[in-house]
């Protein structure tokens, strides 16, 4: 199956600063997701974003589709930030939505 | 609120017991997932329901029962659970069109077998 790899595993912050979160893939895709983690288990959507670029706020997205990876950036980053990042993706042609999930980032932000 | 709602939040069990996990969806989506989060491993699919169908069986054991009587109602039956059956268990829902099965997760129930 699809592999997905992310990186840093791990990542510690001083509050204001800004990061990269990067997203490798095995296969060529036609959904990618970022999810925020946080403290309380609860997933929250990020962005939907196969390709190209997005930005909702401090963050950021984008993916490369032709070199499948993707990046996610948080900029002035506050406490609230702090949990797990997830990128997960879809293959092409696996039909209704079965994402496959990297083993996120773990980020801390610390005041 | 993500328009996914799970019940229990949290869960403890004896191997020898009978629960269930609810999850209901208000999104108007036509599938549903069952997801186990347990520690240090990725997410992993368990089952998939399009319009109430099982469409997917990911090699789960037979301790783990889902139902899904509408498209917006998914249950997980659980009985003669191991201690390591342990971890979150999420919901998720999709959209059948526009965004190819953007997912939208549950808050998750912290289930524990002891």
């Known amino acids: 199956g699809i592999q997905v790899e992310q990186s840093p595993p791990d990542l510690i912050l001083q509050e204001g600063a800004n990061s990269t979160l990067r997203c490798n893939f095995s296969?060529?895709?036609?959904?990618l997701q970022w999810f925020h983690q946080n403290p309380w288990g609860q997933l929250i959507n990020l962005f939907y974003?196969?390709?190209g670029t997005k930005q909702n706020g401090r963050l950021s997205a984008t993916t490369v589709a032709t070199e499948r990876y993707s990046l996610l950036y948080i900029s002035s980053s506050q406490t609230t930030d702090s949990g797990v990042y997830f990128c997960?993706?879809?293959?092409?042609?696996?039909?209704?939505?079965?994402?496959?999930f990297g083993k996120g980032t773990m980020l801390l932000v610390s005041p | 609120e993500t328009g996914v709602t799970q019940t229990p939040r949290h869960l403890v069990m004896g191997m020898t017991n009978k629960k269930s996990l609810k999850c209901e969806q208000h999104?108007?989506?036509?599938?549903m997932y069952w997801y186990k989060q347990s520690a240090k491993k990725p997410l992993e699919l368990m089952f998939v329901?399009?319009?109430?169908?099982?469409?997917e069986n990911n090699s789960v054991p037979s301790r783990f029962s889902p139902e899904c009587p509408n498209s917006s109602h998914l249950f997980l039956h659980l009985h003669t659970l191991q201690p390591e059956d342990s971890a979150l268990y999420l919901c998720?829902?999709?959209?059948?069109?526009?965004?190819?099965?953007?997912?939208?997760f549950g808050s998750g129930t912290q289930l524990s077998v002891l």
């Open positions: 998720a829902s999709s959209p059948p069109t526009g965004e190819l099965g953007e997912l939208f």
């Open positions: 296969d060529s895709v036609n959904n």
């Open positions: 974003i196969p390709s």
């Open positions: 997960a993706v879809k293959k092409l042609e696996s039909g209704y939505s079965t994402l496959t």
């Open positions: 999104l108007g989506h036509n599938a």
């Open positions: 329901y399009n319009f109430k169908e099982q469409t």
